[in-house]
């Protein structure tokens, strides 16, 4: 049986499967790769259930001081803050999209009763219509003692940020000049402000629940590598099936009469054909196995046996 796909072991099929089993295993490995994915934003999605609706909570429950970390299970969590902002300190954040449109988000430090400043992304405003976006232009926070409610996100990586005075790509506390005691791990999305502030300002929404196609893409993939092993192994057994019915035809011979030849015979004269096709090999022997049995019994014959 084994015999029957010996052609495999050549360099070409050796090739091809090869590259099927390649493939397959890279197919493989963005399946595992998606599917880590999904589980990611599912535990993503979980925390902004559990976290976003709650009655909010200090500061300091949830961040002990300015240098610790904010665990994953307690982003999107609701605080209440209490103290003052510093609008001479306000930057903006490029490149922020709300509905499809860009624009940037205000960012404000905001100094708690305890001394320390956390960052506050207010909301968010278009592109000016003319000239170049600066803090001077957006509205103002409020004045005095002030209170925020909103949800704990984690500050960003600004090590490559390379922008002008007052912009800044990601929010984070090393980019923004000022200030003394800041919040290094988180800042605040603010929900409301008591007083409210200058108008002008689009809030955030909410932020979404939507899975995306995660577990659909891991599906693909894992179809995609099956399809390629399933593709290698017909084209082998075809392959086989090829051989076998080649190998099953009978062979054409071609007969040579030397005589006819030395005539200089042709199709049809009086010498006869040159040339004489047998069909089957196996007929061929056949009848001449016969004919030397004739042969051998005639010779008896005379022979008197």
Known sequence: ?????????????????????VAATLCAFLAMWQND?????????????????????????????TSAG????????????????EPELTVLARNRTVNNQPGFYVIVPFTTVAGDQILVNRGWVPPPSSGPASPDGVPKPPAGEATVTGWLRPTEDGSRDDNP????????????????????NAFVQAGAEDP???????PLP??????????????QWIAFGIMILIAIVFTIVREKRTRESSSDKPTTYVVVDKEALKHGSKSGSRYGTSLHRTRDS????ARQAVKDEDAEDAELNQQGL
Do not use: C
């Open 206 to 219: 909410p932020p979404s629940l939507d899975p995306g196609s995660h577990l659909s893409y891991t599906f």
């Open 37 to 65: 994915r999904r589980q990611q934003r599912d535990a993503e999605i979980a925390t902004i259930e559990a976290n976003y609706n709650v009655a909010p909570v200090e500061l300091a429950e949830v961040v002990a001081d």
């Open 196 to 202: 409210a502030g200058d108008a002008g300002l689009s």
């Open 165 to 184: 005075d007052g912009i800044i790509r990601a929010i984070d506390t090393e980019r923004v000049p000022g200030l003394t005691s800041p919040y290094k």
């Open 70 to 85: 904010l665990a994953a299970e307690d982003e999107w969590t609701k605080v209440e803050v209490r103290g003052k902002y």
């Open 282 to 285: 196996a007929t061929h022997r």
């Open 1 to 21: 049986m084994l015999r029957n796909y010996s052609f495999v072991a050549s360099s070409a099929w050796i090739r091809y499967i090869v590259l099927a089993l």
